[in-house]
């Protein structure tokens, strides 16, 4: 795929998970205590040999226009950043015994349930972690504050997996 196709590829993903999240998902609760951040499938459904700095610009970018959507100052810019420099270092950790095939992408179908779990609560719940108590600028409330991370983390999750088994391929591209 030539370098302008892979950028108006992600530029439609970042357009479609802004907008799903800032139109419908945003006003969704469970339980008045967890929320879904359904934009960070953008930044954790990235092809694996994204470079290093373009995830961090991507997660920024990503993290800013919730910013200004949600008038959070900057709180999901923070997280985003950290989650998109921590996925590297996830995705080494999980690395399989004989390594990541070039045509491996973030899929539920091609690396497998536990695979795919394993990464989805480590990243999402670091995430959400760094998001809730940045939001709450202290440690002062900490069993709320992590019961709101742990039904986020499990509305967040279960969102994300159902948009990999809907719209990610179950067999390998062939590029």
């Known amino acids: 795929m030539s370098v302008l196709g892979t950028f108006l ?3 439609l993903r970042f357009v479609l998970y802004a907008g799903l999240q800032v139109l419908i998902v945003g006003q969704l609760s469970l339980f008045g205590l967890g929320w879904c ?30 910013d200004i959507s949600y008038d959070t100052g900057g709180l999901h810019a923070a ?9 590297p270092w996830v995705l080494r950790l999980l690395t399989p015994r ?3 095939d070039t045509q491996d992408s973030v899929n539920v179908h091609q ?10 609560l480590m990243l999402v719940g670091l995430h959400h972690l760094v998001y809730f ?3 709450l600028g202290s440690f002062q409330h900490p069993l709320i504050t992590l019961g709101r ?17 809907l719209f990610f391929p179950v067999r390998r591209s062939r590029n």
Do not use: C, K, N
Request: charged content about 5%; glycine content about 10%.
């Open 9 to 11: 590829g992600h530029l």
């Open 37 to 66: 951040f359904l934009y960070l499938g953008f930044v954790l459904f990235l092809p694996l040999r994204t470079p290093i700095a373009v995830q961090l610009l991507l997660g920024f970018g990503m993290g800013l226009a919730m």
């Open 79 to 87: 997280a985003a950043v950290l989650l998109a420099y921590l996925r």
């Open 98 to 100: 004989d390594g990541y």
């Open 111 to 120: 690396m497998g349930w536990q695979w795919f779990t394993v990464y989805l």
């Open 133 to 135: 108590f940045l939001e």
């Open 149 to 165: 991370v742990g039904m986020s983390i499990l509305f967040t999750s279960t969102a994300l997996l159902i948009v990999q088994l």
